[in-house]
C-alpha cells in the first residue's frame, strides 16, 4: 500500500496542482453565485410609544439578526454589513407575546445582491413599569489630605437628582454618589463630579442606559480643617468636707484634637470645663460625672479622632491623716539673735502634729520643715516661745511646738555661770505644743489633748 502512493508521487503531486489550477480558472471565468451572511444589529424603532405609556421594555435573547443573501463569487467581499438595516417597529408590537417582525432594507450595493431574507423573523420584548425617583446625593471623597488636616463639611449643588428608568432596575439602587479626590488637600476642595449608582453596601452599580440621572454633573466643595491637640482645663468648685482634700481631676482623655479654621485654633490654647456638677463641696469621697466636651468648644470646632464627645470625669477627693513628729531642741534654729545677748534653749523633746495625705506624710521628715524660732524681740529673761515651720505642699500644721529661751546680757558672767548651770527640762513649758489656729486646729484640739495625755502617760 505504502509503494502504491509512493510510486510516482512527483507526477501526483504535479497533476493536483494542475487540477487546483484549472479550477481556480473556471471559478473566476464563470463567476458563480453563492449564498452568504452577515450580522446586522436590530434597531428598535418608535420607542416613544412605550414611553408615552410610562412603560420600560428589554430585548430578550438576541439583539442581532443573520441576514443571508445570495451574491456572486468575486461580488461577496464588497458587502458589509452597514450595507443592511435591520429594525423592528414598537407600534407593530403582539401584545400576548411581546414579539415585534424584523424588518430588513438593503442600504448599499442592492444589485449585487439578490434573495436576501433575515433570520429570526421576529424580536421579543419584555416591557415593565417606567418609575421615576429622587435620590439626595452623598459625597465620596475619595484619598487623605495632608498630614495635620482632618476632612470638614461638605456642601453638593444640586443636593438631590431625579433617577428614571425601568422599575426593577431602579429598585436595586440605595444611593447617588458623586466621587471627587482631595489626596493631599491643605486648603478648601472644589471640584465637579459625575453622579453614580450605589448599593446598600456602598458598592458601585454598574445598571444599562435605560436608567439615567437626569442631571450630569454635582459642583462639590468640601472644607479641609486643621488639626490641632488641646488639653481639657476642669474648673472644680466647692471645698470637701473637714479632713478631706481635693487633689485633681481625672479623666478618660487630657487633651483632645479638635479640626476647625486656622484663626481659631491659633486662639486656643485649651478646653476650659466649667459646670456646676464639677463640684466637690462637703464631699467625702472621690465625685464622678459624665462630660459632653463639644459643649465647651468655640463654634466652628469639632472634636476629632474621638468615638464619641462624652467623656468621664472623676475628681479625687482624699481623706486627711493627722501625724506627730518629735522634735529636739537642736531641730530648731534661732533666727534675729541680738550680738549683745547670750540665748540658751532648754533641751527637750517635744511634738508637733502635721495634717496631710498619707503618701506626703509617710515621706515627710522634721529636718523638711525649716523650723525657726524667732528671738528679736526677747529681752533679758526666760521665755516661752512658738516655733514656726514651713510645712511640704500640701501639709498642714496642727500643733506646733513650744521652746523656752534664756536670754542673758553678753557681759553678765553671772547669767553665764547660771545658765551653764541648767538642767535639761524633758517636759512643761519646753515641751508643749501649741495649736494652729484656723478651722482644722479648732476641729483638732481634743484629739491634741487625747494625744498629750497618752504622751504624759507614756
Not at 450580522?39 to 412605550?50: A, F, M, P
Not at 458587502?79 to 438593503?106: C, N, W
Not at 491643605?186 to 450605589?198: A, C
Amino acid at each position: 500500500m505504502k509503494e502504491m502512493i509512493l510510486n510516482n508521487a512527483k507526477w501526483k503531486l504535479l497533476a493536483l496542482g494542475l487540477a487546483f489550477i484549472v479550477w481556480l480558472g473556471v471559478v473566476n471565468i464563470a463567476n458563480p453565485t453563492i449564498t452568504s451572511t452577515r450580522e446586522v444589529q436590530v434597531e428598535i424603532v418608535n420607542g416613544d410609544i412605550l414611553q408615552d405609556a410610562n412603560l420600560a421594555y428589554e430585548v430578550l435573547g438576541k439583539k442581532t439578526a443573520t441576514v443571508t443573501y445570495k451574491v456572486r463569487t468575486r461580488d461577496d467581499y464588497r458587502i458589509k454589513t452597514s450595507d443592511f438595516r435591520a429594525y423592528a417597529d414598537l407600534s407593530e408590537m403582539y401584545d400576548v407575546t411581546g414579539a415585534i417582525p424584523i424588518h430588513l432594507q438593503v442600504l448599499n450595493n442592492a444589485s449585487l445582491i439578490d434573495g436576501e431574507k433575515v433570520s429570526p423573523e421576529v424580536v421579543r420584548i419584555q416591557t415593565e413599569p417606567m418609575q421615576t425617583k429622587e435620590f439626595t446625593v452623598v459625597a465620596r471623597p475619595k484619598g487623605k489630605v495632608a498630614s495635620g488636616f482632618e476632612k470638614g463639611a461638605v456642601s453638593l449643588d444640586p443636593q438631590k437628582v431625579t433617577v428614571q428608568g425601568p422599575q426593577s432596575l431602579v429598585g436595586q439602587i440605595n444611593s447617588i454618589g458623586v466621587e471627587f479626590d482631595v489626596e493631599g488637600a491643605e486648603t478648601t476642595v472644589e471640584t465637579d463630579g459625575t453622579p453614580g449608582f450605589y448599593d446598600a453596601n456602598g458598592n458601585a452599580l454598574h445598571l444599562n442606559d435605560s436608567v439615567q440621572i437626569l442631571t450630569d454633573s454635582v459642583h462639590c466643595t468640601m472644607e479641609v480643617l486643621r488639626l490641632k491637640e488641646v488639653p481639657l482645663n476642669f474648673v472644680v468648685s466647692g471645698t470637701p468636707a473637714d479632713g478631706y482634700r481635693f487633689t485633681g481631676a481625672d479623666a478618660t482623655v487630657a487633651a483632645v484634637n479638635v479640626a476647625g479654621d486656622t484663626r481659631i485654633l491659633d486662639s486656643l490654647s485649651e478646653i476650659r470645663i466649667q459646670t456646676p456638677a464639677l463640684n466637690v463641696a462637703d464631699a467625702e469621697k472621690n465625685v464622678e460625672t459624665d462630660i459632653d466636651i463639644s459643649d465647651y468648644l468655640p463654634e466652628g470646632v469639632t472634636v476629632s479622632g474621638l468615638d464619641s464627645t462624652e467623656i468621664h470625669v472623676v475628681l479625687n477627693v482624699k481623706k486627711l491623716d493627722i501625724q506627730r513628729f518629735n522634735v529636739t531642741t537642736s531641730d530648731i534654729t534661732l533666727t534675729g539673735e541680738n550680738s549683745s545677748y547670750r540665748y540658751t534653749v532648754e533641751s527637750a523633746s517635744m511634738g508637733m502634729r502635721i495634717q496631710g495625705l498619707p503618701d506626703v506624710l509617710k515621706k515627710l521628715k522634721v529636718s523638711d520643715l525649716s523650723l525657726t524660732a524667732d528671738v528679736s524681740s526677747l529681752t533679758p529673761g526666760v521665755h516661752t516661745i512658738t516655733v514656726k515651720a514651713e510645712p511640704e505642699d500640701g501639709c498642714e500644721i496642727v500643733t506646733y511646738p513650744s521652746v523656752t529661751v534664756h536670754v542673758s546680757d553678753g557681759n553678765d558672767s553671772a547669767n553665764d555661770d547660771e545658765n551653764s548651770g541648767s538642767a535639761e527640762v524633758e517636759s512643761g513649758s519646753a515641751g508643749e505644743e501649741t495649736k494652729a489656729s484656723g478651722k482644722n486646729g479648732e476641729k483638732k484640739t481634743e484629739e491634741d489633748a487625747a494625744d498629750s495625755g497618752a504622751a504624759s502617760g507614756n
